[in-house]
């Protein structure tokens, strides 16, 4: 746990860091800046920080860390009875206050408390993510950074903003927040705001009063009543008109609205998490965002990374979604390992969006009990894949070393000879680089994670210890 204490008087800065560094990491700041200097090199779980100080003062410096750091806990100390200050740094988003002069047992107390509650805010989205519906599916390090980036969200209400191409996922990840820290049973609400005009989206968005508008012979609750207790996605925010940016800043800020054609005020209890492949900062510049909206969203961002940049993760993504479309269909189908090695290493543009449905376009197309090989594939895919990737070339400089294909023997599948070559060929090119994976990797053409993920398809470790 670590801990930074902040306040101008040296003696009280002092003593404090003397009391908890036998329990905690603990480093001081004697102001604001310089607290936020430390905060932007290194990460804090708690910070213990004076109200009144030079240069920027303790609620400057809370203000300052939600942007930077929102998952630090901030303890104000306060002037005894400044009960005005207790009030305004709990308002600003403060976990706890105490009052001077210290009292060091209570210092200790507060911060066991915080302690405690995170523990069981970890306890708490452990336990939910064992329910949860919704997979994230691959081993790639931007997968490990995502589940990381879940775990510590989950238990903060502040809004979240998913940046990145479209197909990658951000409704996926929307869903797993959700899941992460709420009752399988609270609703997930996902709204996309570029297919509605700008009127009939309010009316979604905010719902409408009978009467409200031509048609409209009926109340109808909107999206944000129907996600009360659970999470409003609001998917492609960056169409959003600036109208309606106004009246959802009102939402996000003051947690209340009102339904279209109405006047009874409509308490907002839901989490929002927002989604966009556009640069919101370059639609702010331009006057199509607006800036207080972009900052009230900007609180907790994830950048979510295009397919061609995880390439480990596909092979683990073909297998879930054949699994999961044939299940879904109710059909029957395999796939060649020839033709899996194909969209192996596919780039696949429009990320896995496009990978889903080119899977599901071939399941659908192929007869039931089938089974896809490469001739199925579509065009595009087969044309920049084959060549490198069916017949990988090995050419060392030594000619001793020329890799010569086993023979066909009758009544063998072509599949099946295919993938006899492929095994040979990974086992020669290791002999020629004396096992070493990097280069492998880079003899044969492939990625890290492809040739790691063909290793334990072709169980090669077990034949080398054999």
Known sequence: MKILIVDDEVGLRNSLKEL?????????????????KLIQEKSFEIVLSDLKMPKLDGLGLL???????PLTSFILMTAQGSIEGAVA????????????????????????????????????????????????????????????????VAPVNSPVLLLGPSGTGKEVVAKAIHEAN??????????????????????ELFGHEKGAFTGAVSSKPGKFEL?????????EIGELQLNLQAKLLRVLQEKEFCRVGGTRVIKSQARVVAAT???????????????????????????????????????????????????????????????????????????????????????????????????????EIVNRNTAEVVTPQITPSNSNNEFQPPSWKPGMAVEDYLD???????????????????????????????????????????????
């Not at 203000?63 to 930077?68: D, F, G, M, V, Y």
């Not at 290791?430 to 492998?440: R, T």
């Open 182 to 203: 709420q009752d399988n049973n609270s609703p997930f609400v996902a709204v996309n705001c570029a297919s509605l005009s700008e009127n009939l989206l309010e009316s």
């Open 227 to 235: 996600a009360a207790g659970g999470t409003i996605f609001l998917d």
């Open 63 to 69: 203000a300052k860390i939600r942007e930077l750091s």
């Open 277 to 379: 492949h556009r640069n919101l900062k370059d639609l702010v510049d331009k006057g199509l965002f607006r800036e207080d909206l972009y900052f009230r969203l900007n609180v907790l961002q994830y950048q979510m990374t295009p397919l061609c940049d995880r390439k480990e993760d596909i092979p683990l993504l073909i297998n879930h979604f054949w699994n999961y479309i044939c299940e879904d269909l109710g059909m029957k189908s395999s796939l060649s390992p020839a033709a899996k090695t194909v969209l192996e290493q596919y780039h696949y543009p429009g990320n896995i969006r496009e990978l889903k449905n080119v899977l599901e376009r071939l399941i659908v197309l192929t007869p039931q009990n089938g089974r896809v090989d490469v001739a199925q594939l579509p065009a």
């Open 420 to 466: 006899h070559i492929e095994a040979e060929v990974l086992q020669r090119a290791f002999e020629i680089v004396g096992e070493n994976q990097v280069q492998a990797a880079e003899l044969l053409g492939l990625n890290r994670g492809t040739l790691q993920y063909k290793i334990k398809k072709h169980q090669l470790s077990k034949k080398k210890s054999a």
């Open 20 to 36: 908890l560094q036998e329990s905690y990491d603990v480093e001081t700041a004697e102001d604001g800046e310089q607290a936020l």
């Open 89 to 152: 740094a709990i308002h600003a988003g403060a976990d706890d206050y105490l009052s001077k002069p210290i009292e060091f047992a209570e210092v200790f107390h507060r911060i066991n408390r915080i302690i405690e509650l995170r523990a069981w805010n970890a306890k708490k989205i452990l336990s939910s993510s064992e329910k949860s519906k919704t997979k994230l599916v691959g081993e790639s390090q931007f997968l490990v950074e995502t589940k990381k980036f879940i775990e510590k």
